[in-house]
């Protein structure tokens, strides 16, 4: 498994941007599918978007597609979420997820092998 950590998370104004980055360790971070999820006070865990090893293929969300990027830079291990145009229903725990294998399959099955902590992100109004 890797390990990793989250970070850029926080209060921000509706409208504005923040950036949310994934370090990740222990083992060869191209090798794994990389997925972004977030979980709202009361509600199920929710996928939010996904990208393969090679950064090649991305899947987003119907609610967050148009607004939210995902990357991946493989030289310094780490994965980004790039968020704009923030709504209050944004507001949640955003956690990092990491899979070997397929990006469709880890994202069909929200069965990743890794994750992290959790950073906060909290749009007002």
């Known amino acids: 498994q890797v390990q990793l950590v989250e970070s850029g998370g926080g209060l921000v104004q509706a409208g504005g941007s923040l950036r949310l980055s994934c370090a990740a360790s222990?083992?060869?971070?191209?090798?794994?599918?990389m997925g972004w999820f977030r979980q709202a006070p009361g509600m199920k865990r929710a996928f939010v978007s996904g990208?393969?090893?090679?950064?090649?293929?991305?899947y987003y969300a119907d609610a967050v597609k148009g607004r939210f990027t995902i990357s991946r830079d493989n030289a310094k291990n780490t994965v980004y979420l790039q968020m704009n145009r923030l709504k209050p229903e944004d507001t949640a725990v955003y956690y990092c997820a990491a899979d070997p294998r397929d990006i469709v399959v880890a994202i069909t099955t929200e069965d990743f092998e890794s994750w992290g902590q959790g950073t906060q992100v909290t749009v007002s109004s």
């Open positions: 222990g083992r060869t971070f191209s090798k794994y599918a």
């Open positions: 990208l393969s090893q090679s950064g090649g293929s991305t």
